[in-house]
């Protein structure tokens, strides 16, 4: 599985906009990016996927770079619930299976 | 909206004593995972089923581990004679769509094993 890098922990304020950045520089032009989230005391919680193309959802936004060797998630209004443990996964397009996950980067959301 | 469940909460345990963790996945999905976590580590993979048979297991998932769905709705996960290291906190999840680089995943909310 092609390897991410994400920062350890991010701070944000509430209200504001959060960009979650991703770095995946040996990507394959079949992996799929993905993004989960676990908040405290809680199971694992998918966000977000794709592929080539921004998406949207209403959880968040997934900005993905022309290259696809990074990518942004993007919580539009930061709230207190949004405090969590942010995984950024690649999944091989025909490949289902386990979910491989990183350290990933912790938010903090100040009120 | 459908979710996964997982029973119980928190087992407390001696170790050598073997225990059954209970999950009962959305309905409709196929394919079905068991992930432990650690306090303060990563998530990590342990086991998935699909089609009444383990698919893929991780190095952790070794003979003290099993898996079994004994009926149309329940998943369990078995820990025969349980260490001090297997305390952790257990997730299920489940998925409708198996070898599928787009499924998404939906875990339960996890039990927390105690092993004294």
């Known amino acids: 599985d092609a390897k991410t890098t994400q920062p350890n922990s991010m701070e944000s304020n509430e209200e504001e906009p959060v960009h979650l950045p991703c770095n995946h520089s040996?990507?394959?032009?079949?992996?799929?990016i993905h993004w989960y989230r676990q908040l405290p005391s809680q199971g694992p919680e998918y966000v977000i996927h794709g592929l080539t193309s921004n998406v949207n959802n209403r959880m968040a936004s997934l900005a993905i770079a022309e290259d696809r060797k990074s990518s942004t998630l993007i919580l539009h209004r930061a709230t207190l619930r949004d405090a969590a443990v942010y995984y950024c996964?690649?999944?091989?397009?025909?490949?289902?299976?386990?979910?491989?996950f990183g350290q990933g980067t912790e938010l903090s959301v100040k009120p | 909206e459908p979710e996964v469940t997982q029973t119980p909460s928190h087992q407390v345990t001696q170790m050598g004593q073997e225990v059954i963790l209970r999950c009962v996945p959305i309905s409709n999905h196929l394919y079905f995972y068991w992930y432990r976590q650690i306090l303060g580590q990563k998530v990590e993979f342990l086991v998935s089923f699909y089609n009444n048979e383990i698919s893929e297991k991780s190095e952790i998932f070794d003979d003290q581990f099993s898996v079994e769905r004994p009926d149309g709705s329940n998943f369990t996960l078995k820990i025969r004679s349980t260490k001090l290291e297997d305390s952790a906190m257990y997730f299920c999840a489940s998925s409708a769509f198996p070898g599928q680089g787009t499924d998404t995943q939906y875990f339960g909310p996890g039990t927390r094993l105690t092993v004294l």
């Open positions: 040996t990507i394959s032009g079949t992996d799929y």
């Open positions: 996964i690649l999944r091989f397009y025909n490949q289902g299976g386990k979910l491989i």
